[in-house]
């Protein structure tokens, strides 16, 4: 008998205090995102990693247009063969989430056929397609960074966020139209790699060390803070917390002041990223550099600077080592099968273009709602700049139209303050899975994407019954050992308590975490398959990763001594200790 997590903690027909939607407010194409029932209960959810923090009532714009709408029109368009798709539940200001299985044999057979005539043409266009999509992207970034919000009138501002929103949603339509070729072409290939006597997870090893534009920004902030270094501000940074950096550096005047100019100019090109995905209610790194003051901070900590170049180098001689490797060890004919499908998968690059189009679309296309939602907030008088954040779409844009005061919202918006902050005091407690536990999980999605296999279902659907604190296991993502203290953070508000040399451990990373990869010693996260942005960047840095852990963040504390074996995938607790200073 399967085993099944009650939802009912989570049943309700409010999505936040207050706000309980109408019929069609959410757009989908087969299943909207909503609230959870007692009916849910029979299908199987999983905490999504994405927005550990929780979502303000604007973010949820992101699981109504993008998870849950863009991920099943890509399903449909392909389409996949077995899945139409994910749907969403949110769980406080949390969310699970759902694969949509194809039921019927015939119709996976006729979704196989279709996908089999549309695959061929993706692949051998695939560099174009995406260059074309990248300008489309970058037009209406354009197009937004245009606008003068403070010269904007509230109808006006108006336009702007229901442009912004759709903006956005496009982007994500955008994102799992490439996405999801170039995953159903990879684990073709893995599938044949297998098939051929090999082990499937080397095709990782197969496809790394190509520049994407995080590494580019990742080499420009080693050499900001060479710059730092070169400056004599070791000892400004060492003293003072990342809050007051800017300040501190600002009225240091000499030295400080030239390479403050320098920090201008890198955020200029680079600074307009936020610190997760796709939040709404995250700043840009120009809208607040406490995040890049921070890193800096602990990449000086280190020392010497991460060389990237070198690293970049080991990482293409050990791809080109591990298919002279694996080629050697099959017959000519088996190598002409490898070679065409190692041939493809390298031109239509899933692990590169799962990190490459972080930059053009995860990291950047919330911003302009973020701006007219700031801008809104500035012309109606709220008593804090972002408590537009606190408003649905529906009601912010209602908002701005005239069709409501601001004054119905002032007291509700506190309320939701609250809710938010409990909210995010509860995420480290919340079940990592709902509703009815499979026997097998046979989708290679959620396996390679999210790590959900079942020996992960098995983990942390036993939490608390005997679980062996001591030796975790997990997914062998990046391989190579290594030793150092544990610290576990929630999401990416305490990355500037991360010393260099230690051992991350995590719920899982996401692209706004990949600086911290040059300074730690090795990576463990409870979440995260072989694709997972974890997976991908510590074997692009050489960094010992275990991913699909299920409860590390749990049953390792901060200050544990730990070893991570990236080979095995097994991490081992060898001392317990206390919790490390900030």
């Avoid at 029932?37 to 550990?52: A, G, M, N, T, Y």
């Avoid at 044999?105 to 979704?111: D, I, N």
Wanted: contains cysteine; proline residues 5%.
């Amino acid at each position: 008998m399967n085993l099944v997590v009650p939802v009912d903690e989570y049943v309700t027909d409010e999505w936040y205090p207050g706000f309980t939607p109408a019929f069609g407010h959410t757009p989908f194409v087969i299943e909207p995102f909503r609230t959870f029932s007692k009916q849910d209960e029979k299908r199987f959810w999983f905490l999504d990693f994405h927005c550990p923090r929780g979502l303000t009532p604007l973010a949820t714009t992101w699981l109504e247009d993008g998870y849950s709408w863009g991920t099943q029109l890509a399903a449909e368009q392909m389409p996949l063969p077995r899945s139409r798709g994910l749907t969403t539940r949110i769980a406080g200001t949390h969310f699970y989430a759902a694969a949509i299985p194809v039921e019927s044999r015939y119709e996976a057979e006729t979704r196989t056929e279709r996908m089999r005539s549309h695959l061929p043409g993706f692949l051998r266009d695939f560099d174009d397609l995406w260059n074309r999509r990248v300008a489309e992207i970058n037009a209406g970034w354009r197009h937004f960074q245009r606008i003068d919000v403070e010269r904007s009138s509230l109808r006006e501002l108006g336009v702007m966020l229901a442009e912004a929103r759709r903006y956005a949603q496009r982007a994500f339509e955008i994102h799992f139209e490439m996405m999801y070729p170039l995953l159903a072409n990879h684990l073709g290939f893995a599938g044949m790699c297998a098939e051929l006597g090999m082990d499937p997870r080397q095709v990782g090893t197969f496809l790394q060390g190509y520049d994407t534009k995080i590494m580019e920004t990742d080499r420009e902030l080693g050499r900001l803070t060479a710059a730092a270094r070169d400056a004599g501000l070791e000892p400004v940074f060492a003293a003072t917390e990342p809050k007051r950096l800017a300040a501190t550096l600002a009225a240091a005047g000499g030295a400080a002041t030239t390479w403050t100019s320098r920090l201008r100019d890198f955020l200029d090109v680079y600074g307009h990223r936020i610190e997760g995905t796709c939040d709404v209610a995250l700043p840009s790194w120009i809208e607040d550099p406490a995040p890049v003051l921070a890193m800096i901070r602990t990449l000086l900590r280190k020392g010497d600077g991460h060389d990237f170049e070198a690293a970049l180098r080991q990482t293409q001689a050990d791809r080109e080592t591990a298919i002279d490797a694996a080629r050697s060890r099959l017959t000519r004919r088996e190598q002409e099968i490898f070679d065409a499908g190692l041939a493809s998968v390298q031109a239509a690059n899933f692990p590169w273009w799962q990190d490459d189009h972080n930059h053009y679309i995860d990291l950047r296309v919330s911003l302009p709602m973020r701006r007219a939602a700031l801008g809104i907030a500035e012309k109606i008088g709220a008593d804090r700049t972002d408590d537009t954040l606190f408003l649905f779409c529906t009601e912010l844009s209602a908002v701005a139209s005239g069709e409501r005061a601001y004054d119905e919202f002032r007291s509700l918006v506190e309320v939701r303050r609250q809710y938010f902050d409990h909210w995010r005091e509860r995420r480290r407690s919340m079940p990592k899975v709902l509703g009815t536990i499979p026997e097998a999980l046979e989708d290679p999605i959620l396996a390679e994407l999210f790590g959900l296999d079942q020996r992960f279902l098995r983990v942390v659907t036993h939490a608390g019954q005997g679980a062996e604190r001591t030796v975790l296991t997990g997914i062998p993502a990046a391989k190579g050992q290594a030793k150092g203290v544990a610290r576990v953070l929630a999401d990416t508000d305490a990355l500037h308590r991360l010393q260099p040399g230690e051992v991350l451990v995590c719920e899982s990373t996401s692209p706004n975490w990949t600086p911290v990869f040059a300074a730690i010693t090795a990576c463990v996260c409870d979440s995260g398959g072989m694709l997972s942005h974890a997976a991908i960047v510590g074997r692009e840095y050489g960094v010992p990763t275990v991913t699909a852990c299920g409860m590390a963040t749990t049953l390792v504390e901060d200050g544990d001594e730990v070893e991570v074996d990236g080979e095995r995938g097994v991490v081992t607790v060898v001392r317990a200790g206390a919790a490390v200073e900030d």
